[in-house]
């Protein structure tokens, strides 16, 4: 079994900065590609960052320029940096993991982490 922790969400004024974390745990398992989505009230999820094993990165075209998404593959952990951040930002963030365990693929999801931008 995989789990996924999330941190970092909150409040913050528009043009803040927020960093999110989303750590995986467990045994047995290699991680492939890792990505951050978002959902707002009443609109479907949406992609924001995805990284891949190798490291390639792709952006929402909403974000680009002001958020950045790495990871560390040590201590298996994703991270999105999010700067000058506006109102239309605000949504539940939720971190995805590709896991390959014995040949098999599967996707992880964490339990969200809300991020509240002010106006």
């Known amino acids: 079994q995989v789990q996924l922790v999330e941190s970092g969400g909150g409040l913050v004024q528009t043009g803040g900065s927020l960093r999110l974390s989303c750590a995986a745990s467990g045994s047995g398992f290699s991680i492939n590609a890792m990505g951050w989505y978002r959902q707002a009230p009443g609109k479907q999820r949406e992609l924001v960052a995805g990284i891949s094993g190798g490291g390639s990165t792709n952006y929402a075209d909403s974000v680009k320029g002001r958020f950045t998404i790495s990871r560390d593959n040590a201590k298996v952990t994703v991270y999105l940096q999010m700067n000058s951040l506006k109102p239309e930002d605000t949504a539940v963030y939720y971190c995805?993991?590709?896991?390959?365990?014995?040949?098999?693929?599967?996707?992880?999801w964490g339990q969200g982490t809300q991020v509240t931008v002010s106006s």
């Open positions: 995805k993991v590709e896991v390959q365990r014995a040949g098999v693929f599967r996707n992880y």
